[in-house]
């Protein structure tokens, strides 16, 4: 039974947690892309605001 709640709460523990990594992961590809869209596109002005 202590084995049971030890796995429970170690899953409760690390699902949030292995969300916000994915997220933060997603997040920070998405900030690499746009650096290297904006040094791509630096000669052309912005139209799409």
Do not use: C, T, Y
């Not at 997040?27 to 690499?32: A, F, K, Q, R």
Request: positive net charge.
């Amino acid at each position: 039974m202590l084995e049971l709640l030890k796995s429970l709460a170690f899953a409760v523990i690390m699902v949030p947690v292995v969300m916000a990594v994915i997220l933060g992961l997603i997040w920070g590809l998405g900030e690499v892309f746009n650096l290297f869209s904006g040094i791509g596109h630096k000669d052309q002005p912005k139209q799409h605001r």
